[in-house]
């Protein structure tokens, strides 16, 4: 996807993405843990700024968002349990449960020091 | 017209439950509170790293941007109305891209040059080097 990214870019044009990555330095058993709950394109064990420079981009730099990462990840968790009614209402009982599955379990990863979020820019040569 | 993989199929069905009708009071306090605005964000990306986006992309008016995989218009239609660039939005689902183009109108000049496109991120249909900016957030990649 970074390939065909830079090659719809016009030379100097600039990419910027936001990432949920997993820490390199995550134990195998957290880094299945992390895939599970994240998906399979989280889970990679190279660097984001060696896939952006492997598809063509130059001048990568990263600003690590972590701890704003988790300030709304559990924003999104402490604030479903204060509408954990409408919330159900809305969405319905499986929905709401998966819902509230996906982002406990990815507050606890981020605490724990195994998820990681990063802003990337680059641009194409 | 390409027929959709199995692949994104799956991703379409994965992720259609987020984006169902018009989101209510608990929806959009939830939403306040985790990114600092209602603005139509699924994800991570706060309000003030969208504002670092701007700047990251050098958007303006007569740039153009993708936002691949824009979800409900989000970040793409908060940038474009933020620094006057034009907006192509990509992503799957067809109820996200519905909601993205209500956001879109909702704005009287954004509507004009803001466009979205049914497409996954791996086969974007697009010309080479027709963009000057592309972002994407919290997509798998």
């Given at each position: 996807?970074?390939?065909?990214?830079?090659?719809?870019?016009?030379?100097?044009?600039?990419?910027?993405?936001?990432?949920?990555?997993?820490?390199?330095?995550?134990?195998?058993?957290?880094?299945?843990?992390?895939?599970?709950?994240?998906?399979?394109?989280?889970?990679?064990?190279?660097?984001?700024?060696?896939?952006?420079?492997?598809?063509?981009?130059?001048?990568?730099?990263?600003?690590?968002?972590?701890?704003?990462?988790?300030?709304?990840?559990?924003?999104?968790?402490?604030?479903?349990?204060?509408?954990?009614?409408?919330?159900?209402?809305?969405?319905?009982?499986?929905?709401?449960?998966?819902?509230?599955?996906?982002?406990?379990?990815?507050?606890?990863?981020?605490?724990?020091?195994?998820?990681?979020?990063?802003?990337?820019?680059?641009?194409?040569? | 017209?390409?027929?959709?993989?199995?692949?994104?199929?799956?991703?379409?069905?994965?992720?259609?439950?987020?984006?169902?009708?018009?989101?209510?009071?608990?929806?959009?306090?939830?939403?306040?509170?985790?990114?600092?605005?209602?603005?139509?964000?699924?994800?991570?990306?706060?309000?003030?790293?969208?504002?670092?986006?701007?700047?990251?992309?050098?958007?303006?008016?007569?740039?153009?941007?993708?936002?691949?995989?824009?979800?409900?218009?989000?970040?793409?239609?908060?940038?474009?109305?933020?620094?006057?660039?034009?907006?192509?939005?990509?992503?799957?689902?067809?109820?996200?891209?519905?909601s993205a183009l209500a956001r879109a109108r909702a704005s009287r000049p954004l509507a004009r040059r803001a466009e979205f496109v049914a497409a996954s991120a791996i086969h974007l249909p697009f010309r080479p080097a027709s963009f000057d900016a592309v972002v994407h957030t919290d997509l798998l990649c």
């Amino acid at each position: 996807m970074l390939r065909a990214c830079r090659k719809l870019l016009k030379p100097g044009g600039r990419l910027a993405c936001a990432t949920i990555y997993i820490d390199p330095s995550a134990s195998d058993r957290d880094y299945r843990r992390a895939a599970r709950v994240r998906g399979p394109g989280s889970a990679t064990r190279r660097a984001m700024t060696e896939l952006l420079e492997g598809a063509g981009f130059v001048g990568v730099r990263e600003r690590d968002v972590t701890t704003a990462f988790l300030r709304t990840a559990r924003a999104y968790v402490d604030t479903s349990a204060q509408f954990r009614d409408e919330l159900l209402a809305a969405w319905g009982d499986e929905l709401f449960a998966d819902r509230l599955r996906d982002r406990t379990a990815t507050l606890e990863l981020i605490e724990t020091g195994v998820l990681r979020r990063g802003i990337f820019a680059a641009r194409r040569p | 017209m390409r027929r959709t993989t199995g692949e994104e199929q799956r991703t379409i069905e994965r992720f259609r439950p987020r984006y169902g009708g018009a989101l209510g009071r608990a929806e959009r306090a939830v939403e306040r509170a985790a990114i600092g605005g209602n603005v139509g964000a699924n994800g991570y990306t706060t309000v003030a790293q969208a504002d670092s986006l701007v700047r990251l992309l050098g958007l303006r008016r007569g740039v153009r941007l993708l936002d691949v995989g824009c979800g409900r218009g989000y970040p793409g239609v908060y940038l474009a109305r933020a620094s006057g660039c034009s907006l192509v939005g990509s992503d799957l689902p067809l109820a996200s891209l519905g909601s993205a183009l209500a956001r879109a109108r909702a704005s009287r000049p954004l509507a004009r040059r803001a466009e979205f496109v049914a497409a996954s991120a791996i086969h974007l249909p697009f010309r080479p080097a027709s963009f000057d900016a592309v972002v994407h957030t919290d997509l798998l990649c």
